[in-house]
């Protein structure tokens, strides 16, 4: 019924949709582009599939086509929240909800470069040599611009800028205790 090649591509879909679906989605800041960068994605992949050599690095491929289908449907940081919510009314999932949208509205504030390093490595844990070779640089450069990133994120999450990564560490350190439940002040006695 489906030759090989039709095959392949449908499990490409199975496996990759919700990672290029989420990436798209974070890097665009739009649910309804992010469908639309993921099915051109897909259909860009149907078309090349013969420049694929290794088919174990079908996702960063995969990955590399819908970066640039997706950079070129950057979105206004205004027209990010297009998602319904939900109508939870506990005060731990408002918080929740809260948290996700900060990082969310901070993620549109930041760079795209910096918006795909976080996104392939912390919601979908691409190991770095991986990352490389979807983002087409060396692991190291992608080291780099993971750490930069995290101070961007940092720096839109908090509002601020020109500040010194001593001050950001000292900033998160104060975060992390007041998260555990502990005072930054009784932390220093």
């Known amino acids: 019924m489906f ?29 309804v582009i992010a469908e639309e960068v ?6 860009i992949a149907w078309r090349n599939m013969g420049q694929l050599r290794e088919r174990k690095l079908a996702r960063a ?20 929240y297009d998602e319904e919510r939900d109508g939870s009314s506990a005060p731990d ?16 504030k930041i760079s795209p470069l910096h918006r795909e390093v976080l996104t392939l490595f ?14 087409e640089v060396a692991p190291g450069t992608v080291l780099s611009r993971l750490n930069r990133a995290r101070i961007a994120l940092r720096r839109a999450i908090d509002g601020r800028s ?8 000292e900033r998160a350190r104060v ?3 007041r998260a555990a439940g502990a005072s930054p002040a009784a932390q220093d006695k």
């Not at 408002?94 to 509205?105: K, P």
């Not at 912390?122 to 983002?135: G, I, K, R, S, T």
């Not at 020109?162 to 560490?169: A, K, L, M, R, V």
């Open 3 to 31: 030759g090989f090649r039709e095959r392949l591509y449908n499990g490409w879909v199975r496996d990759h949709y919700r990672f290029l679906f989420r990436s798209a989605w974070v890097l665009t800041g739009s649910r």
């Open 38 to 43: 993921v099915q051109d994605c897909f259909e």
């Open 61 to 80: 491929w995969l990955f590399q086509i819908l970066r640039r289908e997706g950079l070129r449907s950057i979105v206004r940081p205004d027209e990010l």
């Open 93 to 108: 999932a408002v918080a929740a909800l809260e948290q996700r949208l900060d990082i969310l509205g901070a993620m549109q």
């Open 122 to 135: 912390y919601f979908e844990d691409m190991p770095v040599a991986e990352m490389a070779v979807a983002l």
């Open 162 to 169: 020109g500040e010194t990564p001593g001050s950001i560490q």
């Open 175 to 177: 975060v992390e205790l």
